[in-house]
């Protein structure tokens, strides 16, 4: 999909809210109170973009993937491209605020495509905790934020983006350290979603080997069947599901971003030889890797 289509498609669904067109390509941000129809459910969508939600006082269901949760309480949501995402609002209690970030990778300098912000940000983790309650001591840091990058896009003039997108980073590098120290974050998780959590986290950092079931069960000292039970209960997906699901994201990130030969990229991430890959590739995306470099 070209950049003009996917803007597009930003526009659309945008508009399909009630809201303007996009200032900026690769963001938006927007409040309930900025949507002009009544609106009670957002229907499930599939974008090609990440998000971020924060939810405070919002009788309001979300649900991405398989985990549902009320947002009455401090609720900060992050939703990967791709990913089924849908909201049901019940009701709109005195007092109630949120704030919706829509943005792609390539609004971050340092960003190489979705990929890279898989692995530098850990919530944003395609299968396993997406909604989090927080303290009010990190919400309000949040909300500050949010609030701040609010007003620069309402009130966008040459310095916009720039703040814009420090803000972002920012708050990025913020839900990192709160969510790495656990002190504001307030979640159990049970035996198989910490199991499928250190899975997910080691088959990002060893994507490019292309590794099999057995390697990860061996790095976390269970048996291969019982991780495979673990992913499956959690995520309602096999392992094997997911390691391809992060084979390809890194495949199509390195395609698009580098200038290595489909046969240097084959090696990299494990293939034998940039048939078998090729081969792979088109039975995951539909397209060879040359036809997918081309788009």
Request: some cysteine; glycine content about 2%.
């Amino acid at each position: 999909m070209d950049s003009k289509t996917k803007n597009k498609d930003f526009d659309l669904l945008l508009e399909s809210v009630g809201l303007a067109p996009s200032k900026i390509p690769e963001f938006y941000i927007f409040k309930f109170e900025d949507i002009e129809k009544d609106i009670l459910e957002s229907g499930s969508r599939n974008l090609d973009l990440f998000e971020i939600s924060f939810y405070h006082g919002y009788d309001i269901d979300l649900l991405v993937e398989h985990e549902k949760k009320s947002a009455l309480e401090n609720n900060l949501c992050f939703v990967s491209p791709n990913q089924l995402f849908n909201w049901n609002l019940k009701k709109r209690n005195s007092g109630s605020y949120n704030y919706t970030i829509f943005f792609r990778p390539e609004l971050l300098p340092y960003s190489k495509g979705a990929y890279s912000l898989y692995k530098m940000f850990p919530f944003f983790n395609r299968n396993i905790q997406s909604i989090y309650r927080l303290s009010k001591k990190h919400s309000d840091f949040v909300v500050n934020l949010l609030e701040k990058i609010y007003y620069e896009h309402k009130n966008f003039n040459e310095d916009s983006l720039q703040l814009i997108i420090s803000y972002l980073n920012i708050l990025l590098i913020n839900c990192k350290r709160e969510l790495r120290q656990n002190h504001y974050l307030i979640k159990e998780r049970s035996r198989a979603e910490e199991i499928s959590y250190q899975f997910e986290s080691l088959v990002q950092n060893s994507v490019k080997s292309k590794q099999v079931i057995s390697f990860y069960a061996n790095k976390l000292n269970i048996s291969e069947v019982y991780l495979s039970e673990c992913v499956k209960k959690t995520t309602k997906k096999t392992a094997k599901q997911i390691i391809d699901e992060y084979l390809i994201i890194e495949a199509k990130s390195v395609l698009k971003h580098s200038n290595k030969s489909i046969a240097q990229i084959s090696i990299e991430l494990g293939f034998d030889d940039n048939s078998n890959f090729g081969k792979y590739f088109k039975k995951h995306t539909g397209m060879t890797p040359l036809e997918f470099q081309n788009t």
